[in-house]
Structure formats: structure tokens, C-alpha cells
């Protein structure tokens, strides 16, 4: 018997594909109709607050009437492009014959939208951060916190609770998820290079990398939890990750290096300039029937 320590295996990569597929066409239809309707009320949501603000032109001033319909359309936008994909979700992590139908996965998905956009900020902070520390820490991240969206959606947790429970699963099994994380990258990507026929295609697929995230999930998920001992909170991973932030500091430090350079060397605007006419006047001494390598 395996001691509690060690990693649980996941599926081999055959049954991943094949519960995948066994997934993608169970909810296929369900899928597609939440995504079409979603680019539409999406679309909607972006254009009829301009719409709206037409009978009031004339009447008042224009900039306010601009400026409260873009607020509202941008708003609109992205809250209702957020919800599309929490409600696939929905429809990819229940095949079961009680599994909900379009509107179903709708109304089970409204009152996740903001904690799902906020575990996705973290999940993106996170991630940029990690590259900004040499590339290695982001690398990892990006495998480790991977189902931390999917676990918002599933298990109803956000911010870094989902980000703990992503390294809960994930934890000694890095590089089996990672594998298959590219492998869900090339699914969605490769139907895109098709010519001409290439964006329908990616269209019709568009659920199939969804439900490998499903079973990848649900795979970390089970036979981490058929291990022994449930969940529990871990202060230090959560102290690991806030750690983690601090490759945001990268970028503003290099801001502030390179102003403090400027500002201390009172010639460097005369100098760039310097620099550019020099440029300048080197391209124009360059025959016009010379052909620039």
C-alpha cells in the first residue's frame, strides 16, 4: 500500500483523451448554445448603452453622455464576457444524465462571476509575477495554480483559498499536469493555423479544451482526495504565495533604476537626442537605390 506521502498517479494520457472526448460530446450542444448566446449578449451589452444615449443627444452635453455610456458598456462587456465561461464551465464539469441544461448552467453560474474574476486577477498577478523573477517561479505557477479557476467554479471557493487548493492537487504531480496542460494548448491553438476554414473550426472544437480542463481537474481532484486525510488549510503555502508577489516589485524597480538614472544625469535629454540625430543623419546618407539589410 502506498504510504499517504507519496503522490497519487493520474490517469494515463489515453484515458484522459478518451474521458475528454466522452465529455465534449455529451455537452457539446449545451456548450456551444451558452457561448453563442454569451457573444451575443456580450455584443449587446457593449453597444446598447451608446443605443440608449441617443434620444439624448442634443438635449445635453455630449462628453457626459460619452463618457457614462462607455463606463456602462465597458462594464457591461466584461462582466457578461466573464459570466460566458463560468457557465461553460458549469456545463462541462456535470455530464451526468441530471447534468443542468443551457439556462440551467446560466443561473448556477450568476452569482460566481465576481469571485471567478477574482481568483483570475490573482491567478494572472501570480503568474506575471513569477515570470518577472527569472521566468522559473511563473513556469511553475502556471502548472500549479492551474485548476485554481475551476476549482472557484466547482467547489464555490476564491482568491487564494482556490489558489491553495490548486497546489493541494497539483502538489507532487507537477509535471504529469504540465504535460497535459500543453497538450490542452495545442488542442485549442492548432485548428486556429487552419486556412480559411481554420476560426470555424476553432468554433466548433472551442469546448473540447474546456472539458480536458474538467477531467484534468477531476482527476487531480480524485485520487488526491482518495488518498487519505481531506483538505486542510496551509498557512505556509498561502504565505508562499503572497510571497510570490513580490515580482510585481521587478518592473517598478526597474522604472525607478532607470528615472533615477535620468534625473541624476542632467545631459541624458541632450544626449538622446544627440543620439537620434545622429541616427538620422547616417539613414539619409544611405543611397536611395541601396537596399537596406
Request: glycine share 6%; with cysteine.
Amino acid at each position: 500500500m502506498a504510504s499517504q506521502d507519496a503522490a497519487p498517479a493520474l490517469p494515463g494520457l489515453l484515458e484522459f483523451f478518451s474521458a475528454s472526448w466522452r465529455l465534449f460530446k455529451a455537452r457539446w450542444t449545451v456548450a456551444i448554445a451558452i457561448t453563442v448566446l454569451g457573444a451575443a449578449a456580450s455584443l449587446a451589452g457593449a453597444t446598447m448603452p451608446f443605443l440608449c444615449a441617443i434620444p439624448l443627444w442634443g438635449r445635453v452635453p455630449a462628453v457626459p453622455i460619452l463618457a457614462v455610456a462607455a463606463l456602462v458598456a465597458v462594464f457591461a462587456f466584461f462582466w457578461l464576457s466573464s459570466w460566458t465561461p463560468i457557465a461553460m464551465l458549469e456545463a462541462v464539469l456535470d455530464d451526468s444524465p441530471s447534468a443542468p441544461d443551457m439556462w440551467g448552467c446560466i443561473l448556477k453560474s450568476r452569482s460566481k462571476v465576481v469571485p471567478f474574476s477574482w481568483t483570475y486577477i490573482l491567478f494572472f498577478l501570480l503568474i506575471f509575477s513569477g515570470f518577472w523573477l527569472f521566468a522559473v517561479p511563473g513556469l511553475y505557477l502556471s502548472a500549479a495554480l492551474s485548476v485554481a479557476t475551476i476549482a472557484c467554479v466547482a467547489e464555490g471557493v476564491s482568491g487564494l483559498a482556490a489558489m491553495e487548493k490548486s497546489l493541494y492537487y497539483v502538489r507532487g504531480r507537477w509535471w504529469p499536469t504540465f504535460l497535459r496542460l500543453i497538450i490542452i494548448g495545442l488542442v485549442g491553438f492548432i485548428p486556429s493555423v487552419i486556412p480559411v476554414l481554420g476560426w470555424i473550426v476553432s468554433a466548433l472544437i472551442s469546448p473540447l479544451p474546456l472539458a480536458m480542463v474538467a477531467v484534468l481537474y477531476k482527476s487531480l481532484r480524485e485520487t488526491r482526495e482518495a488518498q487519505g486525510p481531506s483538505y486542510a488549510p496551509d498557512r505556509r503555502a498561502r504565505l508562499w504565495l503572497l510571497s510570490a508577489f513580490l515580482g510585481l516589485l521587478v518592473p517598478f524597480l526597474l522604472a525607478s533604476a532607470i528615472y533615477k538614472t535620468m534625473r541624476d544625469n542632467p545631459n541624458f535629454e541632450a544626449q538622446w537626442q544627440s543620439w537620434e540625430s545622429h541616427g538620422l543623419s547616417n539613414l539619409q546618407k544611405i543611397p536611395r537605390d541601396q537596399t537596406l539589410p
